[in-house]
């Protein structure tokens, strides 16, 4: 079956950094694309970034542009979410998903999440 695991979640103080990774088995992987998204407590969960089955086309929410990078690893089955400039607004349980197109309305496997905590 699929499975979707999450790793590198944390605490850490406003203004730092965090890489998240996502590996990803039971797929073909590069026939997915891929997202992370992201629910704080309270809120609806949010798409955070996406990206396209060979790594070549991405997409970020307005909130992260600038400051979050995804990127994947086809070789490896594996997403990462490399955040910078961490904001307390940032703080959030953070999935990964695949879906079929980077255009997808409904992602159709998720991980289990990751706890991000930003101090200020």
């Known amino acids: 079956q699929v499975q979707l695991v999450e790793s590198g979640g944390g605490l850490v103080q406003a203004g730092g950094s965090l890489r998240l990774s996502c590996a990803a088995s039971?797929?073909?992987?590069?026939?997915?694309?891929m997202g992370w998204f992201r629910q704080a407590p309270g809120k609806e969960r949010e798409v955070v970034g996406r990206?396209?089955?060979?790594?070549?086309?991405?997409r970020y929410a307005d909130s992260v542009k600038g400051r979050f990078t995804i990127s994947r690893d086809n070789a490896k089955n594996m997403v990462y979410l490399q955040m910078n400039s961490l904001k307390s607004e940032d703080t959030a349980v953070y999935y990964c998903?695949?879906?079929?197109?980077?255009?997808?309305?409904?992602?159709?496997?998720w991980g289990q999440g990751t706890q991000v905590t930003v101090s200020s």
């Open positions: 990206i396209s089955q060979s790594g070549g086309v991405t």
């Open positions: 039971g797929l073909t992987f590069s026939g997915n694309a």
């Open positions: 998903a695949a879906a079929a197109s980077i255009a997808s309305i409904s992602w159709s496997h």
